[in-house]
């Protein structure tokens, strides 16, 4: 495989998605929707040795798991398996460093970034236009960076403390 077959991998991936949701059946693009999200999540565009690579998954789904324990509701047990999951994350930040969470970070916001973007139009086929307007938000996506990320949250904060 070629380094441009590797760059190429998460476009041809979103591609079969995109195809796949402007077809006729529906829910048939969701298996692809997922492929898709794989791949984009797994183009970091930085080169990550194996070790840190495996240490950013699991950063990934920690962050995961939190996030959905962070739901209202659960009582006391949910609250308590929060508290572990936070506890696991903060000692996989100390072993793995801020890089690697950096990373980790970036690419769960950009996976529910894009799984949002599949949503929107897993309800209907989609049109040309549409099909323009996934790989335009794709690639928006993709370009992000940790620090853009990092000022965008920051100012979104800002902007619901004034209003709130």
Known sequence: MTEHDDASAP???LRKAVEQLCGD??????????????????????AWTA?????????VNQIRKLRDLKRPGGG????????????RLEDMVKAGG?????EAD????KSLAMVELMLEFAGSP?????????????????AVTYEE???ARKALAEKQAAAG
């Open 25 to 46: 059946e529906p829910g048939g693009g969701s298996e692809a929707a997922q492929e898709a999200v794989q791949a984009l999540a797994d183009g970091s565009g930085k």
């Open 106 to 109: 970036l690419r769960h916001w």
């Open 98 to 102: 801020p890089e690697l969470h950096h």
């Open 126 to 142: 989609m049109k040309q236009d549409d099909v323009e307007k996934v790989l335009t938000h794709r690639e928006a996506v993709n």
């Open 11 to 13: 476009k041809a991936a």
């Open 149 to 151: 990320y990092q000022q």
């Open 51 to 59: 070790d840190q690579e495996t240490q950013i998954r699991a950063m």
């Open 76 to 87: 006391w047990w949910r609250r308590r398996r929060k508290e572990w999951a936070r506890a």
